[in-house]
């Protein structure tokens, strides 16, 4: 009984040990990155989270957020400042979407791909007054986007829309088709934070489990995505095929539509164009499930266009897969980000779609 006691003893010394050690290294030795890494979500300062909630939107880019060459402007996009009021003689380019569009893989703000098409449309094409805003938002679907553009799109006086949906539409089509409804409920739920496993309260558990892989940093889809949806990885439980089936793009297709006239009611041009991805990674998104999600909402991104006689970029027919442009399946990389720029700056420029200054 000594013994035991006596090895207990040392063992909880050992652990406070390196608990202190952990708290020391990460609060004050470690880099800003690790800290941002390894620190509960709740202890990260304000001006390091990417994203805040919303009365309507349900969540959106901090205006305060800053992380190396990243940041976002007062108006809480990504980008540098710009007058609400559209200065006159300027044809402003709005692009709307998710993760792609935001360019989440590309650190420096002056690398992300609608800031390269404004550098392309301008040095290239002589487009001497064309703006391009960053409207992106990571993890938005057609829903949230429909409603950035509603409530907050619409103020800055854009003149010509580019809507790239993709990824997130099919993941909201992963849910149990009895929970599949038009509010998008089976997907998402209100802003609430995760709960925090108990080992997560110890700065060396925590850097343990992160650093190992058996646990991460606290992303944003566990803050907004419904508790029953099924994740990227899990849905393979599922049979995912049938329920590509059972839960068809109809809501898709209604958020297109009704952001097609939201542009013609505001007088604004808009355009579509398809979602690219890289098919030579091994990862959920090269799935056959998840790539016939991708041809299905791709078809519909093209029936809408058509249907609504507004211009369609079939941008995933033309977009190099090789590994050199991307960061992962579904986001370029910074040759990635010019490469998608030049090909929509020569979409815009042969369909005539920038006005001549």
Same mark, same amino acid.
């Given at each position: 009984? !000594? ?11 050992? $652990? ?11 609060? *004050? ?6 800290? +941002?890494?390894?620190? +509960? ?5 304000? =001006? ?20 190396? !060459? ?9 980008? %540098? ?24 893989? #590309?650190?420096?703000?002056? %690398?992300? *791909? ?7 449309? !301008?040095? !290239?094409?002589?487009?001497?007054? #064309? ?14 986007? $429909? ?6 799109? &619409?103020?800055?006086?854009?003149? &010509? ?42 700065? /060396? /558990? ?7 892989? $058996? ?7 566990? /803050? ?20 590509? %089936? ?5 809501? /898709? ?6 952001? #097609? ?10 355009? *579509? ?9 091994? =990862? ?19 029936? #809408? ?29 910074? +040759? ?22």
């Amino acid at each position: 009984m !000594k013994i035991f006691k006596s090895l207990l003893i040392k063992i909880l010394f050992v $652990l406070i040990i390196l608990e202190l050690s952990s708290v020391i290294w990460l609060y *004050f030795i470690a880099p800003q990155d690790l800290k +941002l890494e390894y620190s +509960l979500f709740s202890y990260i300062t304000p =001006d390091n989270q990417r994203f805040i909630p919303h009365h309507y939107l349900d969540y959106a880019l901090n205006p305060n957020y800053k992380r190396g !060459k990243t940041y976002h402007n007062s108006f809480g996009y990504r980008g %540098k400042e710009f007058p609400l009021k559209k200065p006159e003689g300027t044809f402003r380019i709005v692009v709307l979407g998710g993760s792609t569009v935001y360019t989440i893989a #590309v650190d420096d703000n002056d %690398k992300t *791909f609608p800031v390269q098409l404004e550098k392309i449309l !301008k040095e !290239k094409y002589g487009y001497k007054n #064309v703006e391009v805003i960053n409207a992106g938002v990571g993890g938005y679907n057609s829903w949230e986007t $429909l409603l950035n553009l509603e409530f907050k799109v &619409l103020d800055i006086e854009p003149d &010509l829309l580019i809507g790239y949906e993709g990824a997130n539409d099919v993941h909201a089509r992963f849910v149990a088709p009895e929970i599949y409804r038009g509010d998008n409920s089976g997907r998402r739920k209100q802003w609430s934070p995760p709960k925090i496993a108990l080992l997560e309260y110890s700065t /060396f /558990f925590r850097i343990l489990m992160r650093k190992s892989g $058996l646990a991460g940093q606290a992303g944003i889809g566990e /803050f907004v995505n419904a508790d029953n949806s099924y994740g990227p990885v899990s849905v393979a439980e599922h049979n995912p095929m049938d329920l590509l %089936k059972k839960n068809p793009p109809v809501y /898709f297709r209604r958020n297109l539509n009704n952001m #097609v006239a939201v542009a013609k009611a505001n007088d604004i041009d808009i355009m *579509f164009a398809t979602w690219a991805y890289s098919d030579r990674y091994n =990862d959920y998104a090269t799935t056959d499930h998840y790539k016939k999600g991708y041809e299905e909402n791709n078809d519909v991104v093209k029936e #809408v266009a058509t249907s609504n006689h507004i211009p369609l970029f079939d941008f995933a027919s033309i977009m190099p897969k090789d590994k050199k442009y991307w960061a992962d399946s579904r986001h370029v990389n910074e +040759l990635g980000a010019e490469k998608k720029a030049m090909l929509f700056a020569e979409f815009l420029h042969e369909n005539n779609l920038v006005p001549n200054d």
